[in-house]
């Protein structure tokens, strides 16, 4: 597992679309990454984007990774509180990439006054776990057989990263 070189991080485009989608994809064909089981119409995923929280990792040879935050409720004690999702091209995946997107990601949810990031995860998508604890995310608990993907009941790990800086009066 090398180290990649830096990531340009920047704010998602619209003409950013396909290889984001194609990310996606292949994080949907590892079986452990989501449970859906197609990606979405762009309009229903660029939808779900809260406060433009939105980030592509690129380099020279495209983009190679992206992550998102949702709001987790639209009810107003809830407005600093998102679930993030994050997928890396496949041949990216191990080198940094997800490390580089999260940690831009939690500085740009908490300049927009997010105090709690929420992301279910697998558990067996061991890497993502591991990656997210190492950024102060703590395992809330295991949803026990919450959904069901391609027939088969999934649990999911319940992560939480709870801002130092944002909502601490």
Known sequence: MGVMAHMNIRRFRKED??????????????????FETAAPPYEKWEAAIADDLCLVAENEAGIQG??????????????GVGEVSMYV??????????????????KE???KGFWTLNAGIF?????SLRLH???GFREVGIRKRIGKLNGVW??????ERRSQIVGVD
């Open 109 to 111: 949810s908490e300049a």
């Open 154 to 159: 999934r649990d999911v790990v319940w992560l």
């Open 17 to 34: 679309w396909l290889q984001v989608k194609e990310i996606y994809e292949q994080g949907i064909a590892t079986g452990n990454a989501t």
């Open 123 to 127: 558990p067996e998508n061991i890497p």
């Open 89 to 106: 091209r496949a041949e990216s995946r191990g080198k940094g990439v997800g490390k580089q997107l999260l940690q831009a990601m939690i």
């Open 133 to 135: 604890l190492s950024m």
């Open 66 to 79: 992206w992550c998102k935050v949702s709001r987790a409720s639209d009810r107003c004690a809830y407005k």
